[in-house]
């Protein structure tokens, strides 16, 4: 049973740039998260797809968007790249329909680092 | 605003003893979902323990228990017989009914093993 994968592990962009990280959820999950955590931080929530629609969205601006496609995989995707961007991101899968007992599992994450 | 504390910037525990490690949480929400990851070196999140707000007992997992406190919005992650390990970072969350689906999470508690 394959767990949330992301891609790539890492990567190295500078200011200005634009970047797309991609997660594929645990087999039989249809929801999508993105955090964004920065060092020494606990994550943050960014969004949440589900049915390849934005769901819900955290204090991150526009510069920020994702993706959902019907194999349930999503892109985050980031533009005009700022320093303080650089953090891990990290994805987190879930299966609809438990209220609060919806349990995210996570991937290993893709370090950023913005020159 | 809900907010999640995690009081323990770092701590030390003798292998093979237990461990308690703090998350306290101010809502007005009266359900919500608590859970406790752990984080290794490598950045993954791993999910170790699930308590509702409604539950009548303390949830366990293996070595990890929570004391669930609701009137003293307290639910502590106890680990028994402390292993080596063990060593990494803690995160309390909580998902909130009144907040969607997104997880708030503490600010994290170094728990490192000595042998």
């Known amino acids: 049973d394959a767990g949330v994968t992301q891609s790539p592990t890492h990567l190295i962009k500078t200011r200005g740039q634009q970047v797309t990280l991609r997660c594929s959820p645990k087999s039989g999950h249809d929801t999508v998260s993105w955090y964004q955590q920065a060092l020494g931080q606990g994550p943050q929530f960014i969004f949440q797809y589900y049915e390849e629609e934005e769901r819900q969205r955290g204090n991150f601006p526009d510069r920020f968007s994702g993706h959902q496609f019907p194999n349930y995989s999503s892109e985050l995707n980031v533009n005009a790249l700022l320093l303080g961007d650089s953090a891990l991101y990290l994805c987190?899968?879930?299966?609809?329909?438990?209220?609060?007992?919806?349990?995210?599992?996570f991937g290993p994450g893709t370090r950023l680092l913005v020159l | 605003a809900q907010k999640i504390t995690q009081t323990q910037p770092g701590m030390f525990v003798q292998e093979k003893e237990a461990v308690t490690l703090d998350c306290t949480y101010d809502t007005s929400d009266p359900s919500y979902g608590l859970f406790w990851y752990k984080q290794p070196s490598s950045g993954e999140m791993i999910f170790l323990i699930y308590?509702?707000?409604?539950?009548?007992q303390n949830a366990t997992e293996g070595r990890y228990s929570l004391n669930f406190q609701k009137a003293r919005k307290s639910a502590n992650l106890v680990i028994s017989a402390s292993q080596l390990g063990d060593s990494a970072m803690y995160f309390c969350?909580?998902?909130?009914?009144?907040?969607?689906?997104?997880?708030?999470f503490g600010g994290g508690t170094r728990l490192m093993v000595k042998p």
């Open positions: 308590q509702g707000s409604y539950d009548q």
């Open positions: 987190a899968s879930s299966l609809v329909g438990q209220r609060t007992k919806e349990t995210q599992y």
């Open positions: 969350a909580m998902r909130f009914n009144n907040a969607g689906n997104m997880l708030t």
